[in-house]
């Protein structure tokens, strides 16, 4: 078997927010993912392994190189690649631009939870930064909420200014606070160590989306968020005791692993009335790699 490589710009518009969030949740119907993640450090810079393997679909491996101080002019800051196999032969099928499942992947995975958990009448919805994977949300949530106003916010405004500038009904605002406490939905994706979102500012019946945080060391909510809200995960294996958004205060004894009320695998528990406040700790874990690789490739070979 020859491998085929699959290119971010020919395979990119090919792709539907709605026909991957049905592909996840199909995903999750498949005997339980095994998962295994391998980090390496150098100071700020981060080498990140992933793989997954899902009885029935397939093997993924992905790997990405995250270097925060690249100068964007020379060199993005994520790099990396996934290479899909096959679960029959363990053959290596296709290899996948990491930009392209990465896109997919990170805001697909808020976009199920959303769909699930957000309540269906949202009308405000607010980005927290304004990198590419805010660029990624817009899309994604856009399909999904058709009706409903963005707002960006970003600590140098003049970026959410010109990511808003890219779409109708899209907003740049200077006032987290005040955009926080507007929202029906809140979408954050920062690469902080320090929380941005104060649990003070939390209104009844909104949906909390957190992507940014993927070290021990970050986290983009603080404790009073976790303790008002319900939370939920995309994995428990992926989150719990890896990301600092939920680890460091389950050692502190802020909350404990009972307070996580389901991941993708426990797909009936959702939303229990309009005013619930729901929290969704978007993970990203090698199993999402997998069952977005399989999509695409799927899409790929029926184009």
Do not use: C
Request: aromatic letters at 8%; a negative charge; zero cysteines.
């Amino acid at each position: 078997m020859t491998p085929e490589f699959i290119p971010f710009q020919d395979a990119d518009h090919l792709l539907d927010w709605h026909d991957l969030t049905d592909a996840i949740t199909s995903g999750h119907q498949f005997a339980k993912a095994k998962v295994d993640d391998t980090f390496l450090y150098r100071g700020g810079d981060t080498l990140l392994s992933r793989s997954a393997w899902i009885d029935g679909m397939g093997i993924a491996v992905k790997t990405a190189t995250i270097f925060p101080n690249n100068d964007p002019k020379i060199a993005s800051s994520i790099n990396g690649g996934v290479s899909l196999y096959s679960d029959k032969t363990g053959e290596l099928e296709s290899i996948l631009d990491f930009h392209l499942v990465t896109k997919w992947k990170t805001a697909g995975d808020s976009l199920l939870a959303a769909k699930r958990l957000a309540r269906s009448d949202s009308k405000r919805i607010l980005i927290v930064g304004a990198g590419t994977v805010a660029t990624s949300l817009r899309d994604a949530y856009g399909a999904a909420f058709p009706d409903a106003d963005f707002m960006i916010w970003n600590r140098t405004h003049s970026r959410a200014a010109a990511l808003a500038a890219r779409y109708k009904s899209t907003f740049a605002v200077t006032d987290l606070e005040d955009a926080v406490r507007q929202a029906d939905i809140v979408t954050s994706a920062t690469m902080g160590t320090e929380p941005l979102i104060k649990g003070d500012w939390l209104q009844a019946g909104q949906h909390i989306d957190l992507i940014g945080a993927y070290r021990p060391d970050m986290r983009e909510t603080d404790d009073s968020a976790l303790k008002r809200a319900r939370i939920f995960v995309d994995s428990r294996e992926t989150t719990i005791n890896h990301i600092g958004e939920l680890k460091t205060p389950i050692e502190n004894g802020v909350i404990g692993p009972e307070h996580i009320v389901a991941d993708f695998y426990e797909l009936g528990r959702f939303r229990r009335s309009p005013d619930d406040i729901t929290l969704f700790k978007n993970g990203g874990g090698a199993h999402l790699d997998l069952m977005v690789s399989r999509y695409i490739s799927d899409v790929w070979a029926a184009r």
